[in-house]
């Protein structure tokens, strides 16, 4: 095992009694039967996992939902440091992590390649929908992703830079809208920059991502959500992590993730559930 490798299996097993430590912090009353979740996930996607491990502790008081946070890269070579760790010091049913939930599912497939989550465990719980924006203060707008052939003028991000700008083009060709937008389309370097365009009068509406509109709702309004079906949407999936120290508990929290009750979480933040988007629609 490498030195790197061997920093990285002590790196993850500190966090995730660090995790335990911020929990247990100031609530000595914890009953000592508390069950910890730990969570492994990455910064896109903390903020739904979190919001998705409150929900379940409110209808599970004796669990706490702790999450270890790391960049994909990163998050990658810490499971491989805890399946590669010294022999002897993680076993079955007995490792650090119980979930791991990376941002996109490029990631977790590899991770069920190298069996550093169980087989069959992956749950599938959002896609993140493209949606038109408008100013908040607009009082005429479009209401749809098709009125924007009426000659509203429409910003995305760079097709040749951003996922979003890719995204974006495809859903406009899907509409059969690109060409008739042409003079029509302003064309920024990233999300800031639609958003900028849109708030400044360089265009009427934007194309961005659900949640980022959810977060921007104090500046703009959503006026229109895309059918997920229609674009290679970003899916977001969760699975249980091979070394997983208690999988009846991580089989709960993987069928909360499909339940309404999380699926109107994750909608209230942007996010179009998969459930959803199997049957043919969008939650809005």
Not at 83 to 101: C, D, M, T, W
Not at 169 to 188: C, F, K
Not at 254 to 273: M, R
Request: hydrophobic share 40%; aromatic share 6%.
């Amino acid at each position: 095992m490498t030195w790197r490798g061997l920093r990285r299996a002590c790196q993850i097993a500190l966090a995730a009694l660090g995790v335990v430590s911020l929990l247990c912090g100031g609530e000595s009353a914890l009953a000592a039967t508390t069950e910890r979740l730990i969570i492994a996930t990455s910064p896109r996607v903390a903020a739904p996992i979190r919001a998705l491990g409150q929900a379940f502790e409110a209808t599970h008081p004796e669990v706490r939902v702790g999450l270890y946070i790391d960049s994909g890269l990163d998050l990658r070579q810490t499971m491989a440091a805890i399946q590669n760790s010294v022999k002897g010091q993680y076993f079955i049913e007995r490792g650090p992590i119980h979930l791991i939930a990376p941002g996109g599912d490029e990631l977790i497939t590899r991770l069920e390649q190298r069996y550093y989550v169980l087989p069959g465990t992956r749950r599938s719980y959002a896609a993140v929908p493209l949606v038109l924006v408008v100013p908040e203060s607009l009082v005429e707008a479009p209401t749809s992703f098709e009125a924007l052939g009426e000659g509203w003028r429409v910003a995305i991000a760079d097709p040749a830079l951003t996922t979003l700008g890719r995204q974006s083009r495809d859903l406009l060709i899907e509409s059969g809208l690109w060409d008739g937008l042409r003079g029509r389309l302003d064309i920024a370097r990233d999300l800031r920059g639609v958003l900028d365009h849109v708030l400044h009068g360089q265009a009427d509406a934007g194309i961005v991502f659900g949640p980022d509109a959810v977060r921007e709702s104090q500046r703009v309004r959503v006026v229109a959500v895309s059918d997920v079906r229609s674009i290679a949407a970003t899916v977001h999936s969760i699975a249980m992590e091979r070394y997983c120290p208690n999988r009846r508990l991580c089989e709960e929290f993987l069928d909360y993730t499909q339940s309404p009750e999380a699926q109107a979480i994750l909608t209230n933040l942007g996010y179009v559930p998969v459930t959803a988007r199997e049957k043919g629609g969008t939650t809005r």
